[in-house]
C-alpha cells in the first residue's frame, strides 16, 4: 500500500531533550511537509521541502530541525529550544511542488514533554 | 489577518440532520485554490475536495456538497442526512500563486477547523 508512515505514534520526552519524529512516504512523491496540531489552533506549517536536499521554513520553525537526504524520508528533529513543543505532529506529502494538488497526511505522532 | 476563518468551532447534530459547515477566505490573488480535509479520530486527514478559483460550480459527490461563492469570499460544505461516521474535524484551507497576496503557492493555510459530532 502506498502511503505516509509517521513513527513514533506517542513519543515523551524529558525537557532538555531533542527528538526526532521519522515521516517516510512510498508515494513518489518530491515535495513534503510537518505541520504542527494544536487544539484549536488548527494546522500551522513547520518546514517544508521541495526537492531532496533542500528544504524551507515554514511559519513556526524556530526550534525545530529538519533533513532531506532521500526523496521518501523527511525527518523533524524538535530541539530543546522549542519553548512548547507537546503537540500532534503531522507529516505530508504532495505530487506536485505547487500545491494544485491535495496532501496525503500520515497517521501523526503526538509529543508530550514530561 | 486570518486568511481562512471557520466561524463554527464545534457543531453538534442527530443523525439524517443536514449540516453546514462554513468556511471564509480571505486573498488579493486572483489565483487560488480552496481545499476541504476531514480529520477522523485516528488523526489523519483525508482530502476531500479541491477548488480552484476559475471555478465556481457547485460540486456534489454522494452526501456531500460544495458551495463556491467568490462575491462573498465562501467555501461552504454540506453533509446531507449525516451519519455518526461524519463525525471528526474538519478543515478548510486555501492555497494561493501570491502574485498580490505575498504568500505561496508552495503551503497551505489552514483554518481552524470545526468539530462535528452526528449523534444517533
Known amino acids: 500500500d502506498g502511503g505516509i508512515t509517521q513513527s513514533p505514534k506517542y513519543l515523551f520526552r524529558k525537557e532538555g531533550q531533542n527528538v526526532t519524529l521519522s515521516c517516510e512516504q512510498n508515494l513518489n512523491h518530491d515535495a513534503m511537509y510537518w505541520y504542527r496540531q494544536d487544539p484549536g489552533q488548527g494546522l500551522r506549517l513547520i518546514y517544508y521541502?521541495?526537492?531532496?536536499?533542500?528544504?524551507q521554513k515554514g511559519d513556526i520553525a524556530e526550534g525545530y530541525s529538519v533533513s532531506r537526504e532521500k526523496k521518501e524520508s523527511f525527518p523533524l528533529t524538535v530541539t530543546s529550544a522549542q519553548k512548547n513543543p507537546t503537540a500532534f505532529y503531522l507529516c505530508a506529502s504532495s505530487r506536485d511542488r505547487l500545491l494544485t494538488g491535495e496532501l496525503f497526511f500520515g497517521e501523526g505522532s503526538r509529543l508530550t514533554v514530561l | 489577518a486570518q486568511k481562512v476563518t471557520q466561524a463554527q468551532t464545534e457543531i453538534s447534530v442527530v443523525e439524517k440532520e443536514d449540516v453546514t459547515l462554513d468556511c471564509v477566505y480571505e486573498?488579493?490573488?486572483?489565483?487560488?485554490?480552496l481545499f476541504w480535509y476531514k480529520q477522523p479520530p485516528s488523526g489523519e486527514l483525508v482530502f476531500l475536495i479541491r477548488?480552484?478559483?476559475?471555478?465556481?460550480q457547485n460540486e456534489i459527490s454522494g452526501r456531500y456538497s460544495w458551495n463556491f461563492q467568490k462575491s462573498t469570499s465562501s467555501f461552504n460544505f454540506t453533509i446531507t442526512a449525516s451519519q455518526v461516521v461524519d463525525s471528526a474535524v474538519y478543515f478548510c484551507?486555501?492555497?494561493?500563486?501570491?502574485?498580490?497576496?505575498?504568500?505561496?503557492?508552495?503551503?497551505?493555510?489552514f483554518g481552524k477547523g470545526t468539530l462535528l459530532t452526528v449523534n444517533p
Open positions: 477548488r480552484n478559483s476559475f471555478d465556481e
Open positions: 484551507a486555501l492555497s494561493e500563486d501570491g502574485a498580490y497576496s505575498g504568500g505561496s503557492n508552495y503551503k497551505l493555510t
Open positions: 486573498t488579493r490573488d486572483t489565483t487560488y485554490y
Open positions: 521541502s521541495q526537492i531532496v536536499n533542500d528544504f
